[in-house]
């Protein structure tokens, strides 16, 4: 009955793989439940009915920044609108001063300015759905133009103001390109412009429906230009347009890889488009094309994003959005010399009456702690410093009104909140319980907010510990643009000693590709090891984690890439693998299973390449808490530990780190190694592959026996022997269980009493033969406190030998063949290996795998 958390997992999924979850769910006698563990935590804007959630949300859907997002011209060239942190501000050309125009109980994003300057379309998220909203700028009024429930964004007015085309989810799920007229302040005649079909051509990472997105109209209103993917396998589609009045064919302008972000926007002449692309390049950069088609022409460089450009109405200019400085930013440039010049934003001017909040963090002494925070008034919307990077949460629970946000602090901060109710929430990784602070009236509030976050120790018995993340992209073509020491400040403020950024591609991109170097003991800032690895991204055979390379990132860094000169399936993980190790690097699987691939039984599609690699001794670690379903990887885990197998487990939390809308934070999913005090890069690829090390994504906890450690060998003087341990747990949170396993049986249960955050224990057995003894603690339900589908820990194994005995299951390894023959079924019908060498060397590994699991059953051991 463990609680999941939506939404899923980095695997490649289809679209109706939601279903086959939940039908998995129902059927399985390891869940019940379902209807109350699907009422705490919930899809974010459920009604898009996409895959890889993660990916269009950050990069498509409008996310809540600090700066500036998205902008539009008045048609007198002469102001501003944007977003920025959630509501509209107009600001002169040349002034410094920006003026708020909208503050209403949602987060409001993409304006437009009509035509006649008199009004402004934009879309406001407001926790359920999205809506097109309009603002009339004589009186400041707001008022709704949707009202479906749907997702309605990108709004752009027709050149004559009495149409407004955008995209929407009505009646589909799907972001499909609408269009309505616009009389007396209402829409009228709203109607798709783009079929909701499927396409014929197998796509990867976008769903199999088309979509159109970006629109934008030509000067005579006669077109509508737009991104589609119409049978466009890779990315989010070329460059077309439509006849506005009579929607019918598209027609191609542009065919180009594209990422979402393409955003076209047309001259007022009519003669060419700006838009975003990374064309040959790692970073969206500006670029035109004439709007008939042919070459493009890159108008901006840098290793950084220019995203969202909008022409000014007399030609001359462009403002678009900028992460040079890491932060949004918003810049003009001139269309004719290239010239560049950032909207500078110093004074704001709010609607309401806001008052200025000092915030500081500190530990039990008084001395100022970097932290998590977030701030919040009495409707749930969230505040932040000038300069911060905001960063939301991935799903949202039932009962809150809008997903949780926060930012990192240097420790002190200030801000401007409205007046009235604030409340204050710290945080810093597991180590240190929550600090909560609510303000009931800011007014006139002089002194410092203090918040104090008290460590949670582990008991020094059991030795001192180092915690990392074994799996963090720095920048994967998020709103902001990272760097090390940045990511080292994130990592700080979640107490995490190191971090391992595995560079890896979007796409064509490979964004921190020129961050790759060999390894070494790369300390960023104070604290921190900010270590370069890689992500190995083939989805057929199962993402790897690539650490400690010592000699060249590996290129392509993945296979079986349909429609690519990297179509064909090799090189399979296990030649990865060995070149791998040929550098001295370690190999773990990451990001294994969900729930609906391994119960009850075996998906039918699964073809992850585990099994063979394990059975080979090719693999160094196991991401047994990730971006997966942690109680689904741990029963694949325990099964391999049950073939003799001692794979440690790993933890990494898959969070692109410079996301404003992401998995996360960096840690939540994290390692912690035993170390002495001697503490470098090689302490740790030691501590992994060792095993020395628990993994967590939040309580802390420990096991010995007989003064053994995790990682270590007992070896017993003969069968039956008691063998002695004691354990603990210490946790920010109360969790439900704690337990004991004996070669994937539970020994002990520890007793917990509701509410109850930490323990301490002892305990015996006589253990039958061979085997592994580990502790794990966790809760079948979603916590408010850690944003992941459940509480989870586990130590790794302390193995046990046992005079004339070894661990080999029957039942693990029978389990084991079936999936090996599944996956030598589909390398047999694969046509798209380049060569029989090569689906050869495939096969010799499955087979070889298949005389170990083989031996396994024959010379069992237990059930």
Known sequence: MYGIRLPVTHQLLVI????????????????????????????????????????????????????????????????????????????????????????????????????????????????????????????????????????NIEPSWSPDGEQIAFVSTLGSGHFLLHKAGFKGNQLEDLKPLTADRKSEVKRYYYSNYDHGINPTWSPDGERIYFISNQEVAHGTGNIVFINADQPGSQMVVHKEETSWRTQPDISPDGSRMVYSSYLGRNWHQLWLLPTIGGHPLPLTYGDYDNTAPKWSPDGKRIAFISNREGNTSLWLIDSYTGRQEPVLIDDLRYLRRTDYLTIKTQDENGVQLVSSLSVTDSEGKFYAPKNAWVHGDDAIFANEKFEYHYFHSPGVIQLSVPRGTITIRASKGPDFKKSV????????????????????????????????????????????????ERLSFQAEAENLDFVYNLIVNKEQRIPDISYFSKASNAKVGKEVLILQGQEYHTSFWGHLGLLNLTQHYLLPDYSGYPQTAAESLFPHNSFIADRVHEQDGLVGYVHPFLDSDIFPEQSETLTNALPIDAALRKIDYYELIGFAHHRASEAVWHKLLNCGLRIPAGAGTDAMANYASLRGPLGLNRIYIQTEEDFDHHAIIDGIRDGKSFVTNGPLIGLKAAEVSPGSTLTLDRAGQTLNFEGFLRSSIAVEFLEVVWNGQVVKKVDLKKGQKNADFKGSFRPQGSGWLLLRAGSSEAHPDIPDFYPFASTNPIYVDSPGSKVQSKSAGLYFLTWLDRLEAAILSNNEFRNEEEKNAVLTDIESARKFYQSCVANSTMP
């Open 16 to 151: 109706n793989e939601m279903a086959r979850f939940i039908k998995t769910l129902l059927i399985s006698s390891v869940f019940v439940g379902i209807s109350q563990l699907y009422a705490q935590r919930v899809p974010i804007l459920p009604q898009i009915d996409l895959p890889h959630n993660y990916y269009f949300r950050e990069l498509y859907l409008p996310q809540l920044t600090s700066g500036p997002s998205s902008v539009t011209w008045s048609p007198d060239n002469n102001e501003l609108v944007y977003s920025m942190a959630g509501s509209l501000w107009r600001q002169q050309i040349g002034s410094t001063s920006a003026y708020q125009l909208t503050d209403g109980p949602g987060y409001d994003y993409q304006p437009d300015w009509s035509p006649d300057g008199t009004k402004v379309v934009f879309s406001r998220y407001n926790g359920q759905s999205i809506e097109l909203m309009l603002l009339e700028l004589t009186t400041g009024k707001a008022s709704h133009l949707t009202a479906n429930q749907a997702v």
């Open 437 to 484: 602070l609510e303000i009931k009236n800011t007014a006139g509030m002089s002194d410092t907010a203090t918040l104090t976050l008290e460590p949670i120790r582990i008991p020094p018995a059991f030795g001192n510990w180092k915690s990392g993340d074994l799996h963090v992209h720095m920048n994967y073509t998020g709103s902001y643009r990272n760097r090390p």
